[in-house]
DNA sequence: ACTGGAATTTTGATAACTCAAAACACTATA
DNA sequence: TATAGTGTTTTGAGTTATCAAAATTCCAGT
């Protein structure tokens, strides 16, 4: 078995996010929502994965959709790994800003030695999740995700940690950059508004800000003990 | 122009490397030279350098051999840059070994932006040289190329300082390595012996050093200033 | 000047990846 | 239950990069 070619690696790695992204269970990618991901004609996606189905990488079921095999899976966790060390690599050590490093890692995933990546691993202090709260698989592919409650569910007025942001789109970073909303950050939700398609959350220095609701369904919190 | 695929930057660094590596003007890299460093068939070399003529990065003369335009050959530096910041940062930053980095910058030049490759060189200090002591070309593609001498012309006796080896073969570097030969380390050539095709190096701690005519003509010195 | 051997170029194929557009299948609803 | 639409697959073609082997060119030595 060759080492997969960058174009496989992002197949695998889009139907992975896809798949996670699904409502749990269902599990099938469609080919237009993968061929949307990547970037590629839906007939082209097809192609693709025809022959990635028959190197035992995905199944594929004609006309429904694709889902990775536990090979596959295995593949898309180390591509995964790869990519978010090296963004959390980039930020910290090269202190490059959160919003900038996703694109770079992207091209980086597909160059770096199995042997580089766990040396950055090793000087990060092998790290349980990247800049955006993205769990890093361990070198043999596995990862935990943890439960988690979102702006949207997580209960009124207790203090929570943000510990997760599901959105790579770099405006969107660069908006909660600029509000103290990072990963780590200790905050609470004071209010939800439907009518008004809003939440309101006490930060950093008891700024007040408010969240339209899909974007607060992206945010990932944790319950914060209280100290003192 | 579509930014340069991998392919040709390796095309491209490789008539550069094969053109410094040759006597000085004569600058026409053989289709022969060429395939061989880049482990091609040679009409794959052929067809290609046509290309890269149509875009005007080489002048080919039919069975004579290709030359870098000066566009071509920024771009060539320009790739080297990559290439040899990439390998400081890897062993300076990452604390890999000065022999394993070269294969690893080798796939990582082509998917580094400007952007962190500008970061890497002013973490790194704007360094002038890579590991090996190769001179690394600014981000507007000049380098200074200075003068000097080999073991192999170098005053015998005298004091000098290594400043660069040129070969990458990792076997050779391992061996340097556990010599403790790296550029930075002062010497002295103690003797030269023709008939026996070796010079005898007095190195770090009074140890003494043999090694062969062909290799010590691939590790270049300046001359150390004595202090004290 | 001729020619034989080495280097180079040409030719014809292949592999991986892609697209546009024609053909097809599924399913929701009328 | 027929069908209109949407989504999917197929088809035919193009791009980039490669190889092996045939054809060609060059030059060195008679």
Redesign the interface.
């Known amino acids: 078995m060759a080492l997969p070619s960058s174009t496989v690696e992002n197949y695998l790695k889009a139907i992975y996010q896809a798949q996670s992204a699904q409502d749990p269970e269902k599990r099938l990618v469609p080919m237009g929502r993968l061929a949307g991901a990547l970037g590629v004609a839906p007939g082209t996606a097809t192609t693709m994965v025809k022959t990635l189905a028959e190197s035992g990488l995905v199944d594929y079921e004609p006309y429904a959709g694709v889902r990775l095999t536990p090979a596959g899976e295995k593949l898309a966790a180390l591509v995964l790994r790869r990519h978010r060390l090296m963004e959390l690599f980039?930020v910290k050590?090269?202190?490059?800003s959160w919003a900038?490093v996703h694109?770079?890692a992207e091209?980086?995933e597909?160059?770096?030695?199995d042997?580089?990546i766990d040396?950055?691993d090793a000087?990060l202090g092998r790290p349980a999740a990247d800049p955006h709260g993205d769990p890093i698989p361990d070198s043999s592919g596995s990862m935990v995700t943890p439960e988690y409650q979102t702006l949207l569910t997580c209960p009124l007025g207790s203090p929570v940690v943000l510990t997760r942001v599901t959105d790579q789109d770099s405006a969107f970073l660069r908006f909660l950059e600029s509000s103290g909303l990072k990963p780590g950050q200790a905050i609470r939700v004071e209010a939800r508004d439907a009518a008004a398609d809003h939440v309101v959350v006490r930060g950093r220095r008891e700024r007040q800000i408010m969240i339209g609701m899909r974007a607060a369904a992206k945010l990932q919190v944790a319950p914060l003990e209280q100290t003192g």
Chains 1, 2 share one sequence.
Not at 110 to 113: D, L, N, T
């Open positions: 980039l050590v090269l202190g490059m900038e694109d770079e091209r980086l597909h160059a770096a030695s042997r580089l040396r950055i000087m």
